[in-house]
Nanobody, 123 residues
Framework: VQLQASGGGLVQAGGPLRLSCAAS????????IGWFRQAPGKEREFVAA????????NYADSVKGRFTVSRDNARYTVYLQMNSLKPEDTAVYYC?????????????????WGQGTQVTVSS
């Protein structure tokens, strides 16, 4: 599975942004997809995840109520809708695919990683 994250950019605080994670390979629908982010000088952290069917989602406390993860298996794409963005959301965002199909918060449960997309939120 190859992953391509896109949709990052510069946005003002309070604004929205939607990230996409496009996957190659028809077995994409069997994989759980997670979003992680890494800010300069900080460790990579879990943001959100969606299970293989789209029926279960999981969010970090810092983004609950602001971010929504969804997937379209027919288009091999997962989305991260980010609303009410804050300067502290500034980071490189990565999507990752896990064979186990769940919504783990642990990066080691994911087998494939995309290249990352930069999100910058100005105050």
């Amino acid at each position: 599975v190859q992953l391509q994250a896109s949709g990052g950019g510069l946005v003002q605080a309070g604004g929205p942004l939607r990230l996409s994670c496009a996957a190659s390979g028809r077995i994409f629908s069997n994989y759980g997809i997670g979003w992680f982010r890494q800010a300069p000088g900080k460790e990579r952290e879990f943001v959100a995840a969606i299970n293989w069917s789209g029926g279960i989602t999981n969010y970090a406390d810092s983004v609950k109520g602001r971010f929504t993860v969804s997937r379209d298996n027919a288009r091999y794409t997962v989305y991260l809708q980010m609303n009410s963005l804050k300067p502290e959301d500034t980071a490189v965002y990565y999507c990752a695919a896990g064979r186990y199909g769940g919504t783990s918060v642990q990066s080691y449960d994911y087998d494939y990683w995309g290249q990352g997309t930069q999100v910058t939120v100005s105050s």
